[in-house]
């Protein structure tokens, strides 16, 4: 493990995610020793070695996907050949192109070959090389959760009502001591547990969905713009990777976990070629460009995730997304692309000519004023007066 990786543990989201493994690990080896003692019964030694080998599978695949990480493009990357530039994006945070199926993370402040999304949990993106690791982390935490909920389940109900089995009771019955503290570990675990199988099992769901169809979250939200942007066109926007369920399958799951090929040059279905999908996402942001509105700042925003200042509607409908909040002095330019009915989305227009970080994110809608140009207007009047005398 590199210096890099290992400092990815020393964030808040892979400490709660190692504290949870290990405290459903613990209470739930503890617990099943009093229900099905491994030394009394085939059974017992069974569950608890079945157990053992999903919760060391979930730690390794969890280490392994932080550590592997998912795959970065070397900052200021070109394509082999240089025609191609023209069909693809450039970043100007790395100072390079984009290949095919990469994205730029903020928070890593890198582009990430072929980028699912930023999980907090691991401290790091899911991408091209991280993605089978990370799926096999989803499955071993949601099956030795599994096992951990019933054992923690029979366990308080048999500890609970310990007082009555030994009245009334055929005395086959496990024998669970529980004192207070105990207890209410047994209580906190069995809540982590189910936690984890219903929040972690949604999210395996989607990502099967996303490797049988080979299309990853960000790349959904293409596909729906492109197939938006043809839908009055004879034409139809083809998904180029995607070769088959089984072909896609094996593209990411594999024994040793690590996905094919190196991220930058993909198989392709008939029809298309490497650069199909950039060429899309190029016209999408010559589209976006066109919808581009210029709003002018006439009330300053601190950047708060619930600005109280811009009034309880505001705070009460947040963008439900991750994406930053940008502070903001009266009389800046923003450029918006992106209109919710209290939040703009949209980028601070620079006033310096040299090369600046680009500052996007969501502010509130009462802070500005769109700004209409006098030729724009008179150009809008000329409009209306032609359509009148037609």
Not at 33 to 53: D, I, Q, R
Not at 60 to 75: D, I, K, V
Not at 299 to 319: D, E, K, M, N, R
């Amino acid at each position: 493990m590199s210096s890099t990786s290992l400092m990815r543990v020393f964030h808040w989201g892979p400490m709660v995610a190692l504290f949870i493994i290990k405290w459903v690990t613990l209470i739930t080896l503890y617990c099943s020793s009093m229900l099905w003692p491994p030394a009394e019964s085939v059974a017992g030694l069974v569950f608890m070695a079945t157990f053992l080998g999903f919760s060391s599978l979930t730690l390794f695949h969890f280490s392994c996907s932080l550590a592997t990480g998912p795959g970065f493009l070397p900052a200021g990357w070109q394509p082999s050949v240089a025609s191609a530039a023209s069909q693809l994006q450039w970043c100007s945070a790395c100072l390079g192109y984009k290949a095919p199926r990469s994205h730029h993370c903020r928070r890593c402040g890198r582009c990430v070959l072929k980028m699912d999304h930023h999980c907090p949990w691991i401290n790091t993106c899911v991408g091209h090389r991280n993605h089978g690791h990370f799926t096999a982390f989803l499955a071993s935490a949601i099956c030795g959760c599994s096992l951990a909920s019933v054992c923690l389940s029979m366990s308080l109900y048999y500890g609970l009502n310990r007082t009555w089995y030994m009245y009334y009771g055929t005395g086959q019955e496990p024998q669970v001591v529980l004192t207070v503290w105990s207890l209410l570990a047994a209580l906190f675990g069995l809540g982590l547990a189910l936690g984890v199988v219903i929040a972690v099992g949604l999210l395996l769901v989607f990502q099967v969905k996303s490797i049988l169809r080979n299309q990853t979250g960000i790349e959904d939200w293409i596909m729906e713009k492109a197939t938006y942007r043809h839908r009055k066109t004879d034409t139809q926007f083809v998904w180029p990777y995607n070769l088959g369920r089984l072909a896609n399958l094996r593209q990411v799951i594999t024994w040793s976990c690590r996905t094919q090929g190196d991220g930058i040059t993909w198989q392709v279905v008939e029809g298309t070629d490497q650069y199909t999908l950039t060429r899309e996402q190029l016209k999408q942001k010559e589209d976006k460009r066109g919808r581009t509105r210029s709003y002018q700042i006439i009330l300053a925003y601190s950047g708060a995730w619930f600005p109280l200042t811009q009034g309880i509607s505001v705070c009460c409908h947040p963008p439900c997304t991750d994406e930053p909040r940008i502070a903001l002095e009266e009389g800046d330019m923003v450029r918006v692309t992106r209109w919710k009915k209290y939040w703009l989305y949209g980028e601070v227009v620079q006033v310096e000519q040299v090369q600046q970080v680009r500052v996007r994110g969501w502010f509130p809608r009462r802070c500005a004023v769109e700004r209409v140009d006098h030729e724009d207007t008179c150009v809008l009047a000329r409009q209306g007066e032609d359509k009148k005398d037609k």
